[in-house]
């Protein structure tokens, strides 16, 4: 059992009164499907988006939006001592203001200044509204209160508009506040102007314009990382082989790629201006020499051998560019290893080898086989660094292990409150 099913928790959804709304009934079913018990609390806009009625039926809990109402039992005091977690979606700029004002005109404002526990802000909006003074002061008051406020994804908005402001998925909101249950304090803001550069997924080498080779990878965990250190505050590139994760994170510049050719080309091209690179993408080992130009026949004898050709070490690649100074000297580099006992050694024995061999920072060894890592919604491994430290990472979700780790890695990068400077003076020219 992993550390976010392991009790039922008292959960308060909060939302506020935008568009978005609507989307937030898959975020309370994600809440409730896993067994814990969710009380919903709209703002009286909220209501004009989606009807109370909606929200009780989902949570099986009464809504009200009142402070007056059931003034015998307290609620705008019960409820926010009661909760494990508070999840605000969409956090529109009216109520992130009233909210970091300290203001309690309503039942949700009211309940979040009772809540000691995790408040996760999940902003909504059109750009302009997200980019102006006011939102900024009032999320950076939010988060130096203790709240964690995300960085909304970008994509259509209202009618034609499209820009960043837009609500993340509900799917990654659910994600993200399962983390928050298993570790409070898993999304500070400390790789705030860092740019990370992860891989993901598994490649894909063509045989003929039908078929191709590949591996077991559904790229969860790359694709956790990049969600992770986003909302960290990082500037993250994904270069996303195949997949079965859903949806592209938000505040994630996304590159799909196919083959390895393609991932080498991509990493080689983008990592001189990482901070950070992680090659969490499952290679494929080989591929065909020649690739057939229509589809291969079965015929009677069956399909003819194929001839294989070794595919580049990206990894050990990005480390030799390293110190030929492609790359600069400062860039960490991150390396994943799946592997399984033999008779030559267990899977920490591959692990520090392989280590050695590749001269990466870090390496994440995970056990496979029976089931493990492949597909799997938790995982467990370590994390090995070249100066000798071995960090054991608990079983979990795979976003709980991204968090930790992140962890890591954030001791890897120098100079953070240099890099924050410049990320707020760019940020500033931007705008």
Known sequence: MSETDSARRHIIVGVG??????????????????????????????????GAATFEALSGNPVTTEVFDDVDEVAHVALGRQADLVVIAPATADLMARAAAGRADDLLTASLLTARCPVLFVPAMHTEMWEHPATVANVATLRAHGSTVLTPASGRLTGADTG??????????????????????????????????????????????????????SGKQGYALARVAAQRGARV?????AVSDPGDPAAVDVVHIDSADELSREMHARAPQADVV???????????????GAKIKKGEQGPAP??????????????TARSEGTIP?????????????DAEGGVLDHGRA????????????????DGRAFGTTDNTGWVLAADGAETGLPY?????????????????????????????QESERNR
Do not use: W
């Open 354 to 369: 392989k280590l050695r061999r590749k001269g990466c920072d870090l390496l994440v060894v995970n056990a496979v086989g």
């Open 17 to 50: 009164g935008g568009i978005a709304a609507y989307k937030v009934c898959s975020v309370i079913r994600h809440f409730t499907e896993a067994g814990h018990d969710v009380r919903v609390i709209p703002t009286r806009s909220a209501l004009k988006f989606v």
């Open 329 to 341: 000297a400062t860039t960490a580099i991150v390396g994943f290893a799946a592997e399984t006992g």
């Open 164 to 217: 960043a402001g837009r609500l993340p998925e509900s799917t990654e909101i659910g994600l993200l506040g399962d983390l928050l249950l298993a570790r409070a304090d898993a999304l500070p803001q400390d790789l705030t102007g860092v740019d990370v550069l992860i891989s993901a997924g598994g490649t894909r080498e063509a045989l003929d314009p039908v078929r191709y080779l590949g591996n077991h990878s």
């Open 278 to 292: 992680i090659m969490a993408a499952a290679v494929a080992d080989f591929r065909p020499v020649d690739v057939a």
């Open 306 to 319: 194929i001839e294989l050709t070794t595919n580049p070490d990206i990894l050990a690649s990005l480390v």
């Open 396 to 424: 979990g979700s795979k976003t709980l292990m991204a968090s930790r780790i992140l962890d890591e890695v954030v001791s890897l990068v120098p100079d953070r409150k240099g890099r924050t400077a410049d990320h707020d």
């Open 237 to 241: 590139t994904l270069v996303s082989g």
